[in-house]
């Protein structure tokens, strides 16, 4: 639970006046905190327990918010199903690679795909209906693509609330901690170095996957341009989604691409992707396959000791990079259409992804 003591040592920091929040490390990784200052002044109850308490709490509520998850995908998608249906689905999606690292690690990936898709999920018209995204895009940056998406969809007052709640945490991180507030936003949030090394196979998103390719550390153009191809495809076929919940899923799948660093555990949203790949009409195998995609673990098979990552040959690749290469194709196949559609169901190939992630979806 190497996240927690991060989470723990920032809420320290705060207590001690948030002077240091962005200048300590902490366990044998020297990790440091990469969070906007909002976060921090969350964490501040992690500093007040002891650290047995504090990881019992996490290990118990991320397990919780699994079943929360599943429970809001079912309702989103529309499948009705009894508790004991969604506590067994739980039980199963609790082996995801990405949520299982997410409890191993600690993490709050699972807490904001809950609050997102909570938000997402009420009715049309319900008050301040978005205000939730935009606090968690106050905690984490990546959920921003959602506020875009709202925006293109025009959903306009949902994504005027979302802004509203971004601004308003950001608002609350400088009267609370001012100069941690004016490093972060100046400084820290383009230091992407911090975060952690892009090319190792810990990182699933499309410059994880561009840089291992190349056997570049640092892309650049290489990786910015498919990256900024990749994120107008991606909204485009959210916006141009045939249900909000294709569209929601769509825009997460672009969020997890185009971000500069996308850890395998962040890929939670794996749990509403698969619900909507069974639920709206896509092939069942799909979804059978996507579940075995996300439980295989092909990343950790490969020697990723030091720089080893960056020297794989060519086969080990795809296994290297599964998420983003499963994202892809599924995006490909969205923005494609019924065209892709009905090739497939002629029997026509579409490249090959492991394990076959390139079934296509009717729009």
């Not at 191993?104 to 938000?119: E, M, P, V």
């Not at 945490?169 to 400088?174: L, Y």
Request: charged residues 10%; glycine residues 8%.
């Amino acid at each position: 639970m190497a996240d927690v003591l991060v989470y723990r040592a920032e809420g320290a920091a705060v207590l001690a006046g948030g002077g240091d929040l962005y200048g300590f490390t902490v366990t044998e990784w020297q990790l440091p905190a990469t969070y906007p200052p909002f976060a921090a002044l969350l964490f501040v109850p992690a500093a007040w327990v002891p650290l047995g308490v504090l990881k019992a709490v996490f290990l118990f509520g991320n397990i919780g918010l699994v079943v929360v998850l599943v429970r809001l995908s079912c309702r989103f998608v529309g499948l009705r199903v009894t508790w004991a249906a969604v506590c067994a689905v739980a039980a199963f999606a609790l082996w995801l690679e990405p949520v299982f690292q997410t409890v191993l690690f600690g993490q709050i990936n699972l807490a904001l795909a809950c609050l997102i898709l909570w938000d997402l999920t009420r009715p049309p018209g319900a008050s301040y209906k978005g205000l939730a995204l935009g606090i968690a895009t106050g905690i984490k940056l990546t959920p921003a693509v959602f506020i875009v998406y709202l925006f293109l969809a025009g959903r306009r007052r949902e994504a005027a609330h979302a802004v509203a709640g971004f601004v308003g945490t950001v608002a609350v991180g400088a009267l609370v901690l001012p100069y941690a507030s004016g490093e972060f936003w100046t400084r820290r949030l383009y230091e992407t170095g911090r975060v952690g090394k892009a090319w190792i196979v810990d990182n699933q998103s499309l410059q994880g996957l561009v840089a291992r390719v190349l056997h570049e550390a640092e892309p650049g153009l290489l990786w910015a341009v498919p990256a900024a191809a990749v994120g107008v495809a991606g909204l485009y076929a959210a916006r141009a989604a045939r249900t909000p919940a294709r569209g929601v899923v769509l825009a997460a799948l672009t969020a997890l691409l185009v971000s500069p660093i996308s850890w395998s555990h962040h890929w939670v949203w794996c749990v509403p992707l698969i619900a909507v790949v069974w639920a709206e009409g896509w092939r069942r195998r799909t979804a059978w396959a996507l579940a075995a995609l996300f439980t295989a673990r092909t990343m950790w098979l490969l020697p990723h000791e030091g720089d080893l990552d960056l020297h794989l040959a060519w086969w080990q690749q795809p296994l290297a990079s599964p998420y983003p290469l499963a994202g892809v194709a599924l995006l490909g196949c969205a923005v494609a259409g019924p065209t892709a559609t009905r090739s497939l169901h002629r029997g026509a190939a579409l490249p090959t992804l492991p394990p076959k992630a390139a079934d296509c979806p009717s729009r």
